[in-house]
């Protein structure tokens, strides 16, 4: 059982997904605005499903002042379909993101695919040149030093890593970073890799190298 904290104003959508995700054993709490997550939600979610548009605080502002605070995924409930919304989610932490309206096997699938990763515990680390990770904590370190990525990039960067020397189309990197078969996913993953290459600029590292027209590899070496 995970704890699913569900903010979105739309009273009759979140009845709708509190029943689905209660149907598969978790525990939900509602909130219709997204100046109402506390400190206290971010402790107990295990995901945060964050709608956009809300009035007052919306999803990207509330993203943006609890993601040091949450440890978990978050993934966006958009009505947004421009590619530049998107982007600009992820860009602040977001890891995932569904555009509206949605079917919600899909977002049960997506919702199950990330506690998956979350509850995975294997006990190794992998070296890549500089740069350390820890598989068990799903932290990577570079010369001892964490880099702060968010779940959505280090699951990309450890994937890519694991895999030096071959090259993944964006489709092949979101299903195996996140366990689903997504058809509107390739902007997450660009915006993805773009936020990991900048985090890794300031150490002098860009290990993830872009084979045009096909998709990323991790650079042998």
């Not at 598969?24 to 499903?49: F, K, N, P, T």
């Not at 007052?56 to 409930?77: V, Y």
């Not at 890593?161 to 996140?178: D, I, N, V, W």
Request: glycine letters at 10%; charged letters at 30%.
């Amino acid at each position: 059982m995970a704890h699913i904290l569900v903010v979105d104003d739309d009273g009759d959508l979140r009845a709708l997904l509190k029943t689905a995700l209660e149907r598969d054993g978790h525990q939900v709490s509602l909130l219709d605005r997204g100046g109402a997550v506390s400190e206290a939600h971010c402790r107990w979610a295990d995901c945060i499903l964050l709608d956009v548009m809300m009035p007052g605080e919306d999803g990207f502002a509330t993203c943006r002042r609890i993601r040091a605070l949450a440890a978990c995924p978050i993934l966006f409930l958009t009505a947004k379909t421009e590619e530049a919304d998107v982007l600009t989610g992820l860009g602040l932490g977001g890891d995932d993101y569904l555009t509206k309206p949605f079917r919600v096997a899909e977002l049960r699938a997506r919702v199950a695919a990330h506690l998956r990763r979350e509850q995975r515990t294997p006990h190794a680390r992998l070296r890549r040149g500089v740069m350390d990770f820890d598989l068990g904590e799903r932290a990577v370190y570079w010369k001892d030093t964490p880099l702060k990525l968010t779940k959505g990039e280090y699951a990309i960067c450890e994937y890519l890593a694991m895999h030096p020397g071959q090259t993944f189309s964006k489709e092949q990197l979101y299903e195996a970073a996140f366990g689903y078969d997504g058809e509107a996913d390739a902007s997450a993953v660009t915006e993805h890799i773009k936020n990991i290459r900048a985090k890794l600029r300031p150490a002098g590292e860009s290990p993830i190298e872009t084979v045009w027209g096909v998709g990323y590899k991790w650079k042998n070496g």
